[in-house]
């Protein structure tokens, strides 16, 4: 397996999961996000995919629906992007007011070497 893979799969992962494509419930879940990161004021709104653990429960239902959706495919994308899931010790992602009010979204992926790998948007 190339390991500098990873780093394209934590990036189209995140990516996928903040765009406009992703319509759970008769609702964007960007639109969810974007008022959580505002009403978090800066704090950082952490979404663990590896190792998995459960995401805040009091998000909005339809922001939880679309992590659990996403972490059932979880795997499957990366054995589909040629990248095998066990290297990966760690893999976040965060979202973020920034002080200038944009919001931040940043995935961060750790592999079985030590290596992070580090992705950003911001909106």
Known sequence: ???KILKSIAHNLFHTFVIFMNYVDDGYVIDDLRQLARKANGARLIIPWIPDSK????LPQRFLK?????K???SKHFQESGANIETV???RTEIFLKSNKKIAV???LVDDRGKE???????
């Not at 679309?66 to 996403?70: A, H, K, V």
């Open 72 to 74: 059932v495919q979880l």
């Open 1 to 3: 397996m190339k390991y």
């Open 89 to 91: 010790r760690e893999f």
């Open 117 to 123: 790998y580090s992705n950003n948007v911001s909106f």
């Open 106 to 108: 940043e995935a961060y």
């Open 55 to 58: 995401a805040q429960t009091d």
């Open 66 to 70: 679309s992590i659990e959706d996403y």
